[in-house]
T-cell receptor, first 111, second 114 residues
Framework: DQQVKQNSPSLSVQEGRISILNCDYTNSMFDYFLWYKKYPAEGPTFLIS?????DKNEDGRFTVFLNKSAKHLSLHIVPSQPGDSAVYFC??????????FGQGTILTVHP | EAQVTQNPRYLITVTGKKLTVTCSQN?????MSWYRQDPGLGLRQIYYSMNVEVTDKGDVPEGYKVSRKEKRNFPLILESPSPNQTSLYFC?????????????FGNGTRLTVT
């Protein structure tokens, strides 16, 4: 049972435009949601997070939105840059340490 | 430099031959965890540890063992590897137990079991 789902395996956008990556979850017990970015031959790196008591968190070009009623979160990257091309994983976790990742979305930003 | 170090980076072995993948962090983190990454399945948690001598199963613990005798080390042990354990493995650590404390990942170990 996939509790965290990223339904788009890939996304292609033009440099300077907005990238929107989506993630759905099923477990109402999740307290925190995080996004990680992964380049080839490297481990994932933390990008941005949001707790379940908020609906938006911004960090520079990256904004995460949380819609608890729809059990949906999204990552917006504005403006997108070629260096943003990577695999993006959303993750959802509980306060007792369990973290569940989605399948990942490959983002390609074309110059 | 703050980091999570996994060894080896690449490993090819045969079915049934016991192996250990080491993981060490130098950030004095309490929480450590192992994941495997498979195509179409994302990252799945194998085991995690809240602190020394405290470990718990993740989503896919079958066929794996872990130990946490020291805070900095969290080795992953495959007592009798099988081909379905061929995967990319990541060790990770974070400051505290809460999922809101971001994980720091190692660079991965690509394991092939023939």
């Amino acid at each position: 049972d996939q509790q965290v789902k990223q339904n788009s395996p890939s996304l292609s956008v033009q440099e300077g435009r907005i990238s929107i990556l989506n993630c759905d979850y099923t477990n109402s017990m999740f307290d925190y949601f995080l996004w990680y970015k992964k380049y080839p031959a490297e481990g994932p790196t933390f990008l941005i997070s949001i707790s379940s008591i908020k609906d938006k968190n911004e960090d520079g070009r990256f904004t995460v939105f949380l819609n608890k009623s729809a059990k949906h979160l999204s990552l917006h990257i504005v403006p997108s840059q070629p260096g943003d091309s990577a695999v993006y994983f959303c993750a959802a976790g509980t306060s007792y340490g369990k973290l569940t990742f989605g399948q990942g979305t490959i983002l390609t930003v074309h110059p | 430099e703050a980091q999570v170090t996994q060894n080896p980076r690449y490993l090819i072995t045969v079915t049934g031959k016991k192996l250990t993948v080491t993981c060490s962090q130098n950030m004095n983190h309490e929480y450590m965890s192992w994941y495997r990454q498979d195509p179409g399945l994302g990252l799945r948690q194998i085991y995690y540890s809240m602190n020394v001598e405290v470990t718990d199963k993740g989503d896919v613990p079958e066929g794996y063992k872990v130990s946490r005798k020291e805070k900095r080390n969290f080795p992953l042990i495959l007592e009798s590897p099988s081909p379905n354990q061929t995967s990319l493995y990541f060790c990770a650590s974070s400051l505290s137990r809460g999922a809101g404390s971001p994980l720091h990942f190692g660079n991965g170990t690509r394991l092939t079991v023939t």
